[in-house]
Structure formats: structure tokens, C-alpha cells
């Protein structure tokens, strides 16, 4: 298995573009998530998803956009990037779910590093 | 809600201490508790988890312990060696608000 992959590793972007993270994962996992992660600010939580289809707010979704279309796949989409959107962004999944939430180890890819200028 | 606390910030040892790192959380209503360990400029690795009926679990020299009542986490590392140095996170997820939080991580150094 992979486990979970993330593409690109590194990009630029200016003020005002847009992208997407890609995130993957081949283990048939439920439940996928995006945190970013700032020094002095720990990890955060994006958004995240229960399932094919399924996708809800984390902490920090204003300038983000997710969707999930297949179990295996959950792309984060910048709308129009912004300064305070540079950060490295994780994805995360998990097997199982109770009340909407993985309760199993959660496995993390190797990030994404974004610098907004 | 639910805050996660990890102190020192780092921390310094010299190989071959025996060491434990702390964890506390304000809301004891957990589902979970996650030790991870992240290396520089790489993700998070899964090192413990410890359901919120579990009082302890054990991999290797590691070992972690959850006070649900008390809302505290120790991470006991034993004979640490260079290798071992990382930064320490903990994460719970609550029941109240169904989100992973994590503490903002010890950096440990062990010193050959």
C-alpha cells in the first residue's frame, strides 16, 4: 500500500490564483481530512469527510473547497489565494467512524508546503 | 472547547534517560487519544492510540498513559537514543464537537 499520497509537495502561488491539493489514499479508509499546520498554531482542521459524498467544516474552512467524489480521493481546492494561506497542509485518513468521526489511528500523508505571495 | 496542552515546548536529554512527556486536555469527554511523532519537514506517524476505556498501551520502549478524569497523557519513552528525536504531538477527538485537536508539540533533542 501507499498509504496516503500528496501532490504537489511544494508550490508558489500569487495573491489571488487557485489550486488543488491532491490527496490519496488506497487503504479503503471511511474517513479523510485536511488540517494545515503554522508554528506557534499546531494543527488545524480544515475540512473533513465521512465518505464518499459526504464532506463538513473543520475550524479553519473560509478559502477552502472540498469535495469527495470517490472513497480513494479528496482534492482541497484554494479559491483565491490569499498571504495568510501560506502554510504546509496535511491530509489525513482513517478506517472506521463513530458519530461521524474516524476513532482509528489516523494516517498522515507528507504534506504540501504553499507559499502565497 | 476542547484545548490540548503540550509543556515544555522542548526539551533536551541525554541518551540513555528515560523520559516522559506530558499531555493535558480540558474536556474529558474523548472518543480517543493519539500519540504522533513528526520529523522535520515530514508528516505525522501514528505512534499510540489510546481508547477512552484504555488506560494504557505499549509499543516497543513506548508507552502511554490516559488519565481521563484528570485529563492528562504521558508519553513514557525508554532509553532514549539520538533516533528518538522529533517533535511529540498528542491529539484527542472529543464527542462534543467531533474533531481531532492537537497540542502544538514537544521538540525533543536527545544528545549523543
Known amino acids: 500500500n501507499a498509504g496516503v499520497t500528496q501532490t504537489p509537495k511544494f508550490q508558489v502561488l500569487k495573491t489571488g490564483q487557485s489550486m488543488t491539493l491532491q490527496c490519496a489514499q488506497d487503504m479503503n479508509h471511511e474517513y479523510m481530512s485536511w488540517y494545515r499546520q503554522d508554528p506557534g498554531m499546531g494543527l488545524r482542521l480544515i475540512h473533513y469527510?465521512?465518505?464518499?459524498?459526504?464532506?463538513d467544516q473543520g475550524e479553519v474552512p473560509n478559502g477552502y473547497n472540498v469535495s469527495r467524489s470517490t472513497t480513494e480521493d479528496f482534492p482541497l481546492r484554494l479559491l483565491s489565494a490569499a498571504p495568510s494561506q501560506t502554510s504546509v497542509y496535511f491530509c489525513a485518513s482513517s478506517y472506521s467512524k463513530v458519530a461521524g468521526v474516524g476513532t482509528d489511528t489516523q494516517y498522515f500523508g507528507p504534506g504540501t508546503r504553499l507559499t502565497v505571495l | 472547547k476542547q484545548e490540548v496542552t503540550q509543556i515544555p515546548a522542548a526539551l533536551s536529554v541525554p541518551e540513555g534517560e528515560n523520559l516522559v512527556l506530558n499531555c493535558s486536555f480540558t474536556?474529558?469527554?474523548?472518543?480517543?487519544l493519539q500519540w504522533f511523532r513528526q520529523d522535520p519537514g515530514k508528516g505525522l506517524t501514528s505512534l499510540l492510540l489510546?481508547?477512552?476505556?484504555?488506560r494504557e498501551q505499549t509499543s516497543g520502549r513506548l508507552n502511554a498513559s490516559l488519565d481521563k478524569s484528570s485529563g492528562r497523557s504521558t508519553l513514557y519513552i525508554a532509553a532514549s537514543q539520538p533516533g528518538d528525536s522529533a517533535t511529540y504531538l498528542c491529539?484527542?477527538?472529543?464527542?462534543?464537537?467531533?474533531?481531532?485537536?492537537f497540542g502544538k508539540g514537544i521538540t525533543l533533542s536527545v544528545r549523543p
Open positions: 491529539a484527542v477527538i472529543t464527542g462534543a464537537n467531533s474533531k481531532l485537536t
Open positions: 469527510s465521512v465518505g464518499a459524498g459526504i464532506t
Open positions: 474536556d474529558s469527554a474523548i472518543y480517543n
Open positions: 489510546i481508547q477512552s476505556s484504555q
